[in-house]
């Protein structure tokens, strides 16, 4: 079992080093062979390490400036839970939208959180949100007010 400090300092080192300094062999050396990913993947399925760095790659290849602020962490023996802002210019294809759309810059940071579980210091499970329609709108992919194509209401 790992300490609460230990895994305190297993989730700085991923966002600090994975995310923000692109570094994808901390990946190898902090998650488990074995990872379980649960995210938004379609039917509920989970993804894999090899997966997350997949994400990670297609996110600073769209973001190459692509930085994550930690907005709160909360670790314990077996679980660390991280509130972040993610933050990045739009110079790359990312989701199928091209850069140069009606915003090629994140304005607002956009929100999320990732729990993870860990197991003699790797983790071998995680759970991720973050605010995917926010950016699509801040990207222009999707219209930014959604109510205006709402019937009115007649109250």
């Known amino acids: 079992m790992s300490t609460t400090a230990e895994n305190e300092k297993i989730a700085r080192r991923i966002i600090e080093e994975a995310w923000n300094e692109q570094d994808l062999g901390v990946v190898d050396e902090l998650y488990s062979p074995e990872y379980v990913g649960h995210w938004f993947l379609p039917g509920g399925e989970t993804a894999d390490r090899e997966a997350l760095k997949g994400f990670m790659q297609a996110v600073f290849e769209g973001f190459p400036d692509y930085r994550m602020d930690i907005a709160f962490l909360h670790a314990d023996e077996s679980y660390v839970t991280v509130g972040f802002t993610g933050s990045g210019t739009h110079e790359g294809e990312f989701m199928g939208v091209a850069p140069g759309g009606t915003s090629t810059d ?32 801040e990207l222009g992919a999707i219209p930014g007010d959604l109510e205006a194509g709402l019937p009115a209401d007649d109250d």
């Open 106 to 137: 994140i304005d607002r940071p956009i929100p999320g959180h990732i729990t993870s579980r860990i197991e003699d210091g790797q983790i071998v499970e995680g759970w991720a949100t973050w605010d995917a329609l926010g950016m699509m709108q």
